[in-house]
Structure formats: C-alpha cells, structure tokens
C-alpha cells in the first residue's frame, strides 16, 4: 500500500467531509447573518464546524451534558445564564465578549463532538478566548460560569496544543469519529472512487489517519521548540 492510494482515500474523504461542514447550523436565537453577533445555539454533530472552525477567533463557551436529571437541572441554569449574557451584551454592560457563541451540546446525539472534546464527565465547560481553550474545572453554579467567562479564566492554564478540542488535533479526532460512524456508508464509495477493496479502504484509514497525526504531532513539537 503505497503513498498514492493513501493520498487517493483522502480525496475521496474530502467531499464528505465538505458535505457535513456545509449543513445549515441549528440556531436558538436571534439573526445570525452578522458573525460579530452574539448567539445561544444548540452544537451538534452537523453544525459545529460553523460556530467552532470557521472563525477561531469569535469567543465561545460550550457545555456538554445529556437527559439525567443532574444535566436536566444544569441545562435549564446555563439557558438562564445564556440569556443573562446575552442580555447585557445587548444593554452595553459587557464588551469584551461581543460575538460570543453561547453554545450547549447533547452528548447522547452527537458522538463526533464527544470524541472531539473527550467528554468524560458531565457537565463539562470549554471556553475559548483570543484563540486559546480553557476548561472550567470549578464549581458549576450560574456565578462560577459567568465569572469564568468574564475575569476568572485568566486564572487557569490554557490547554495546549494537543490537547486543545478547539484546534487541529481537535478536528483530527472529530475527522476520526466521523469516519468511524459513518464507515458503513462511506466505505463501499470510497472503494469504488480508489479501486480498492473494502478491507485495504479500513486499512488506509488507519495507517492514514496515523500518519496525519504524526505529521501534526511533529509539526506541533517542532513549532514548540
């Protein structure tokens, strides 16, 4: 198995991978037209590449959570602070978060985000500002949050490269995930569209998708030196 037929497989990916980052998103809020807007969304498997990638700058705090009653209870507390957010933005009490994505995502439908962010346990809060990724590890009330979000985060050790849901290795493992669930759908295409035979597609998935990350490992070590 040769360089070109891994090169060929990901050709073949990437129009899957296109098809999926070109679903509309799935808002609960206001116009979304202007990208410096603030907004409360819903993150899903088909929509993050929107609110996560496309703009890596636009701050954004993301909380992962699921239908027990323990994330019932959080869930209706981050709506209010949601809202409460959005509210003083909107009154001109808070600037330095304007365009702000206030996003919550349900990990029972969405495995290719869990697998993203590595969700362990729930609920679990990613904040991203000025380009780098913190993880709220205090205790979760409405005033903890929302002074993480405001002051408190600057406290706390940014997440570095590799382990930063936000950046490359992050889309890595969303890349991962997206294959996996959708392998029964995508492999006999992408056998047709290489020639190869389904078996040899699973094994250029693996030494493919190896070989990505170690480029980005090195990649991202060499850039730290």
Do not use: W
Not at 85 to 110: F, P
Not at 157 to 166: A, D, R, S, V, W
């Amino acid at each position: 198995m040769g360089i070109l037929h891994i090169l060929t497989f990901l050709f073949a990916l990437f129009p899957f991978m296109s098809e999926a980052r070109r679903r509309e998103p799935e808002v609960n809020n206001m116009d979304t037209t202007d990208s410096s807007a603030s907004v409360m969304v819903s993150l899903t498997d088909d929509n993050f590449a929107t609110y996560l990638d496309d703009d890596t700058e636009r701050p954004v705090l993301v909380s992962f959570c699921t239908s027990t009653p323990q994330c019932m209870e959080f869930t209706t507390m981050y709506r209010k602070l949601s809202e409460e957010i959005l509210k003083n933005i909107n009154l001109g009490n808070i600037e330095n978060i304007t365009g702000i994505v206030l996003a919550h995502c349900d990990i029972s439908d969405n495995p290719v985000l869990v697998s993203r962010f590595e969700i362990s346990r729930m609920p679990t809060l990613f904040y991203r500002k000025n380009g780098r990724a913190y993880m709220f590890n205090k205790k979760v009330s409405k005033n903890e949050i929302f002074n993480f979000v405001l002051y408190t985060h600057l406290e706390a050790e940014p997440l570095g490269l590799l382990t930063n849901p936000f950046g490359i290795v992050g889309e890595a493992k969303a890349l991962k995930a997206f294959v996996y669930m959708n392998s029964r759908r995508l492999l006999p295409v992408i056998s047709a569209s290489t020639g190869l035979s389904p078996l040899m597609v699973l094994l250029t998935t693996i030494i493919s998708g190896s070989i990505l990350l170690l480029i980005v490992s090195f990649s991202i070590n060499y850039l730290c030196i």
